[in-house]
């Protein structure tokens, strides 16, 4: 039987419920970067209506933006609560990454700040108000 580490593929991945798909692809793509591997519309879903999925990735990552059709959708949490905070992206150099995501029209909500001169770090957001943190580490 093989290990769990050789069962992994090394990457990693989540899944993003919009209620503007278009603009968060846009975001996706055209500012971090990802790459649209499959686009998906699943009839009927779990929910009962139809499920859009675009499948992106980045290097080893994954995300799916999801976008229920018709349903209704509890907005995001505003605050901390307890389960998923954020996603992370690692950047080689964090002047040149605020530089290019200010000249893509995106604002820090957060930072750079260093830490322990180990690792600088930052957070955007995505255009639903998910929290993402950029890190350079040194």
């Known amino acids: 039987p093989n290990t769990w580490g050789q069962i992994l593929n090394n990457h ?14 846009d975001f996706y793509t055209n500012v971090l970067g990802f790459n ?16 859009n999925i675009v ?3 980045l ?18 949490p505003t605050g901390e609560q307890l389960g998923y905070r ?6 080689e150099d964090m002047t040149e990454a605020v530089a290019y995501l200010k000249a893509k ?3 820090l909500s957060w930072g750079p700040r260093v830490f322990e001169d180990r ?17 350079q580490w040194f």
């Not at 990693?12 to 692809?25: A, H, P």
């Open 59 to 76: 290097g080893g990552s994954a995300v799916e933006l999801i976008w229920y059709e018709g349903a209704a959708i509890a907005p995001a």
């Open 119 to 135: 690792y600088a770090r930052a957070e955007i957001r995505d255009p639903n108000g998910n929290r993402i943190e950029l890190r």
């Open 36 to 51: 649209t591997k499959l686009t998906q519309r699943i009839d009927p879903s779990s929910l009962g209506v139809p499920i």
């Open 55 to 57: 499948y992106l990735k």
């Open 86 to 91: 954020m996603m992370a992206i690692e950047v």
């Open 12 to 25: 990693i991945g989540g899944e993003i419920v919009t209620n503007d798909l278009d603009r968060t692809v």
């Open 105 to 107: 029209g995106v604002d």
